[in-house]
């Protein structure tokens, strides 16, 4: 049988203002790589929204993060007051990115299409990408994120039976 082909999602632009995401931070204009303490260890945390909040922590091993331990903690803060998931972010190549996720209100996800996005774009806004695009790798699964920063937002190349998948 032959795979189905990816089809691209258009997730618009990411929203970092504070009030919007909603995040509480004043210091910058965004809330990007700002320290979080949870249980006295700080965490930079980068607050993103699509369409629901997020919480993207970059990590040295996105398979050894107590995803429901620290998930829980950083998805409850008291800084994200309707709660956020939270996206664990490893890189591993200056193109490709493995990823965590804690949903809000639901523990441990494979991967949302959402937050596959929140990995990418947050890894390029801390350089850790540098190009315009980068792979996430997800749930066992493989997107690609791509950022016009002009005119064109963000756009997700999904494989077409996750599309029904809830973003």
């Given at each position: 049988?032959?795979?189905?082909?990816?089809?691209?999602?258009?997730?618009?632009?990411?929203?970092?203002?504070?009030?919007l995401v909603p995040v509480v931070h004043t210091s910058t204009p965004s809330c990007i790589h700002s320290p979080f303490m949870v249980n006295g260890e700080c965490h930079r945390v980068t607050a993103m929204s699509f369409a629901s909040p997020h919480g993207a922590v970059l990590v040295d091993d996105a398979d050894a993060v107590d995803l429901q331990g620290l998930g829980s903690a950083l998805g409850t803060h008291c800084l994200f007051p309707q709660g956020a998931s939270i996206v664990f972010i490893e890189v591993l190549d200056g193109?490709?990115?493995?990823?965590?996720?804690?949903?809000?209100?639901?523990?441990?996800?494979?991967?949302?299409?959402?937050?596959?996005?929140?990995?990418a774009i947050t890894a390029m806004m801390l350089q850790k990408i540098t190009a315009h695009?980068?792979?996430?790798?997800?749930g066992g699964q493989s997107f690609c994120v791509e950022w016009n920063r002009g005119a064109g937002g963000v756009s997700l190349s999904v494989p077409a039976e996750l599309l029904d998948t809830t973003l």
């Open positions: 049988m032959k795979p189905s082909a990816d089809k691209t999602l258009s997730l618009g632009r990411p929203v970092t203002a504070p009030c193109q490709t990115l493995k990823a965590r996720l804690w949903r809000r209100g639901e523990g441990e996800a494979a991967f949302s299409h959402e937050a596959a996005c929140v990995a695009s980068a792979t996430v790798l997800m």
